[in-house]
């Protein structure tokens, strides 16, 4: 009988794949792990116990076949790997990526508790699905046939990205809209190369368009059409659009030159990545070169503009966070590597105000203030509150606002007050047609949940398609029992 593959994880360690040198990687916007080669991924893999109860496919939101394309990968029949992983997501080489695996699979991976250290499986998502493009393995879309409706999704990120893909296959014509002039979402302008090298989302993109998917972009909904008249020209609407009103700090001197919001400043920077000219990095506003940056937050935005402001070749990068490193919402796993490129973080301080030559002169300074953790809140942090008489100060030229994101005012955007929002602004959805108050109009991801993360959205993205299928069958069969009677 042939020897099992798997259950190595007591002769075979944890091995990720290699990271850059931080001195080699804060030179470039170039993805800072190494890849792994076949026979390391094949190994990782084989560490798995497979598991009767896999805690790993249980804790991913994806439910993706975990145990299954791991022993796969061991076997060495990487094909089908590939296709297994690939039947549950329409990105897994994004998650791979960009997932907080040390939250979701890894961190419930069965040999992480006793003590062996997780599987790798996001290593190895990554790998599996790179090698398919890389062999010619990632097939065209193939759409049914014609069905005679077709499908708007606004917002080209990936809940609408990922409902685009499996509307079209089904045989639906589908119109993206996106205000953007590139499709992507945050995945192209929020999250920047050295977490998600933008080749890897584009040939995504590029494969739907010729799989007939049809993106109009620069096109935004309130701008260049209201709602009303993408109702009128389809038969179903998706509002996939994401949160981007930035949370305010207020504090004196916050309108102060140099003071930006956390979107703009990568936006710009992702921007000077495709090549884009970008007159306000250029002309420094929005360049940390040479300057002293401060970037306010503690969340995965923060992590992402102060590694950004590292490879700009700012003079010094500080993160000022109002609660410890144990109570940050971001990942530990790019605070070791914010650390590792040079960033300082400021714990438990917060901003009072920013000096400035006059008013909305140019910024030198933040004033702050040391914080200290009182007792728990309704979500069971612990609310910090000023420390008071140990106000402090830090020489910036550039400050950057990272403290999160809340949904724009939709129903005024587009022109439709008939659009039900929540107290928090989200799109209010009947959880299980995941239609909004519109009839023939439905919403996934962020602008529903608020800011979350990538592999929620494609969830919710796969998700939404089902019903929006089930809705437009319904719309057909009556149109043609009509017709019949
Ligand atoms: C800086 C940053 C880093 C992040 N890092 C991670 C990470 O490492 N891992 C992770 O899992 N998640 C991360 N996230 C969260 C993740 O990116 C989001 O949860 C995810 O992209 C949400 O997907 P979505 O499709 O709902 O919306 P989005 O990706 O926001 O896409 C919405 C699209 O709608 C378009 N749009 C909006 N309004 C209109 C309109 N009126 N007309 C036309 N188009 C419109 C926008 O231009 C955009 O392209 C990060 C977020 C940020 C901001
Ligand atoms: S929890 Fe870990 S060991 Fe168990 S099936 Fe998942 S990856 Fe394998």
Redesign the pocket.
Known sequence: MAKDPMLK?VRVGQDYPAKRPAEERSADFGEIARKYEAVKAEEQAS?????GV????NHCPLHNH??DW?RLTAEGRLREAYELSNATSTMPEICGRICPQDRL?EG?????FSGHG??T?GSVEKFITDTAWAEGWVEPLRPLPDRGQSVAVIGAGPAGLTAAELLRVRGYEVHVYDRHDRAGGLLTYGIPGFKLEKPVVMRRVERLAEGGVQFHLGFEIGRDATMAELRERHDAVLIATGVYKPRAIKAPGVGSNGVVDALDYLIASNRKSFGDAVPAFEDGSLNAEGKNVVVIGGGDTAMDCVRTAIRQGAKSVKCLYRRDRANMPGSQREVANAEEEGVEFVWLSAPEGFEADGEGGRVSAVRATRMRLGQPDASGRRAPEPDPGSEFRLDADLVVKALGFDPEDLPKAFDADELSVTRWGTLRVDHKTMQTSLDGVFAAGDIVRGASLVVWAIRDGRDVAERMHAFLKAKADAAREKVAA
Do not use: T, W
């Open positions: 994880f560490r798995c116990s497979q598991c896999p805690y790993c496919s975990i145990p791991l699979c419930n991976c069965v040999i992480e997780a599987v499986i």
